[in-house]
Structures are given as structure tokens and as C-alpha cells.
């Protein structure tokens, strides 16, 4: 297939070790119902084949593969495949996940039909597990839009598929190699919260993505209180750079996890005082 020069959006796919669910992922967006897209595979340092997979669809001049040579983590291989979106608009597809058919049209249209400044459109998620080698259809996460900055900072869930505005990441600084995530964990929530400073987030109210639940992309319960510490020292940082109005109120998921419980408002003396600290 020739290049498409009229391409509208890429798909950045990270990958590192699932050579054998790279394919479904991979056949999701060659089943989109438009066509004008590109594909950036990047193998983030696999040792079991899935750069060679991704090889596999390079037939396609629609699809690029970027080998690293070391894991670097999701957020930095992210962040690697950047320079080379070359569309208005890119959305990410996590590896062991798949795209509904109709998923880049409906994200398209809702950017396209939302405000210049609007920064990322998100749409609902079918949950699968598998049950004696086969997937079963679990809960479906919906998302939503939101008012503010504010109102997403006090968001617990995560956003699916995330569409992005390729110049708003570029302008937001694209995926941080952060000092407490180090570009490995809470990388799209940090996106996201950069985002939300300086435009709006779209929602499509259908369900355009599919996650694959197992145990190996389900923390373990160990790695909860160090994960917790990352997540705490990333928001306090946000709201230190968004002028510090408000104190936050952390509270204890039912499962272990650190969420934002709520948001009192600081008196300006008191911003300002820690602010200069």
C-alpha cells in the first residue's frame, strides 16, 4: 500500500514482551473503519520476539517500527515515538488492548467537532478476563467529560483510548521522564494533568476500546504503598504549579489505592506562604 499522505492519526503502540497478544492489538486498527491512519510500533526493549511481529505488517507503508534497545518503561518508549507523529492527532492502544472498529472515526469526529482547544477525547471501555482459556466480558468503564482542571485532578479512574492533539502534548512537554514516575508509572495520568491546564478533554459516550484484564497488568498488592508515594508526590506537584489553591484531601480506595477525596480551598495568605517555600 502506498503511503498515506492524508493520514489524520497515529497510533503509537508500546510493546514490550507480548508477542503473542500483539497481533489482536495490531488487527484492531487495520480493522478501523477509516483508513487514512498511521501506525508507530515501538518495542520497548522485548526479548521474546515482538519487534519482529511488528515487523510482520511493515508490508503496510502505514506502519513504522522503532526498536529500542533497552526497556525504558511505557512512558519513555511513549515519548520516543513522539518526533515521529506526523498527524494532527495520535491516540495510544496499550499493547495487550484493541480498538472497537469504529473507534478512530468517532474519536476524529468528536475532536474535529469540539472547540480549537480541546486536548484529548477519551470514550467508554469493555473490560474482558479470561475464564478457562477464553475471554469473558467483565464490567464496562465508563468515562465522562469534565468541567475543569480541577474536576479531573479529582478523578480516580483512568481515561480510554486517550486521542490526543499532537501540537497541545508537544506544547504540555510531552511524556516527562518525571523524578518520581521516571517516565514509568502514572505517565498518562501526568500527561493528562498537564493537559487539563491548558485545554479541554472531549468524551464520546460509547464503548471504543477493549482492555484485557489479567494478573500481569494487575499491580501487586506489594507494590501498592510505593506506587501510592509516586502518585502522591506527582499530584502535590501539580497543584504546586497550578498556584497551589487548594489542599488535598487524601483518601484510601477499597483496594488499597491513593485517591484524591477531595479539595479545600486554601485562603490566598496561605497559597502564597507555600508557594515561597
Same mark, same amino acid.
Given at each position: ?14 510493546? &514490550? ?36 511481529? =511488528? ?25 520516543? =515515538? ?5 498527524? !494532527? #492527532? ?10 472497537? !472498529? ?46 475543569? @482542571? ?21 506544547? =504540555? ?15 498518562? @495520568? ?23 484484564? &489479567? ?16 502518585? @502522591?508526590?506527582? #499530584? ?8 497551589? !489553591? #487548594? ?5 484510601? &480506595? !477499597? ?23
Amino acid at each position: 500500500m502506498a503511503a498515506n499522505r492524508e493520514a489524520q492519526v497515529t497510533v503509537v503502540l508500546a510493546v &514490550h514482551n507480548r508477542a503473542r497478544e500483539l497481533p489482536t492489538a495490531i488487527a484492531s486498527v487495520f480493522a478501523q473503519t477509516m483508513s487514512d491512519w498511521e501506525l508507530i510500533v515501538v518495542d520497548d526493549g522485548s526479548t521474546d520476539g515482538s519487534a519482529a511481529v =511488528a515487523k510482520r505488517y511493515r508490508w503496510d507503508d502505514r506502519v513504522r517500527v522503532l526498536e529500542l534497545p533497552e526497556n525504558v518503561g511505557l512512558g519513555n518508549a511513549l515519548q520516543a =515515538a513522539l518526533p515521529h507523529v506526523r498527524t !494532527p #492527532y495520535f491516540v495510544t492502544l496499550d499493547s495487550d488492548d484493541w480498538f472497537a !472498529p469504529e473507534a478512530l472515526a468517532h474519536l476524529l469526529a468528536a475532536m474535529e467537532a469540539s472547540p480549537r482547544d480541546t486536548v484529548v477525547a477519551s470514550a467508554n471501555a469493555q473490560h474482558w478476563r479470561t475464564e478457562q482459556g477464553r475471554l469473558v466480558r467483565d464490567a464496562v468503564l465508563r468515562g465522562r467529560p469534565f468541567s475543569d @482542571k480541577f474536576e479531573f485532578f479529582r478523578y480516580g479512574p483512568y481515561l480510554v483510548p486517550r486521542f490526543y492533539r499532537t501540537d497541545a502534548v508537544r506544547r =504540555a512537554g510531552g511524556f516527562e521522564r518525571d523524578p518520581d514516575g521516571r517516565g514509568r508509572y502514572y505517565e498518562d @495520568k501526568l500527561l493528562l494533568l498537564k493537559l487539563a491546564a491548558i485545554g479541554r478533554f472531549a468524551h464520546v459516550d460509547r464503548v471504543l476500546y477493549h482492555v484485557r484484564l &489479567h494478573g500481569a497488568n494487575l499491580t501487586r498488592p506489594e507494590e501498592r504503598q510505593r506506587l501510592n508515594a509516586i502518585k @502522591k508526590a506527582m #499530584y502535590e506537584r501539580i497543584m504546586r504549579e497550578w498556584g497551589d !489553591p #487548594y489542599e488535598i484531601v487524601w483518601g484510601l &480506595h !477499597p483496594e488499597g489505592w491513593l485517591d484524591v477525596a477531595d479539595l479545600v480551598p486554601r485562603r490566598p495568605a496561605d497559597a502564597q506562604g507555600r508557594r515561597n517555600h
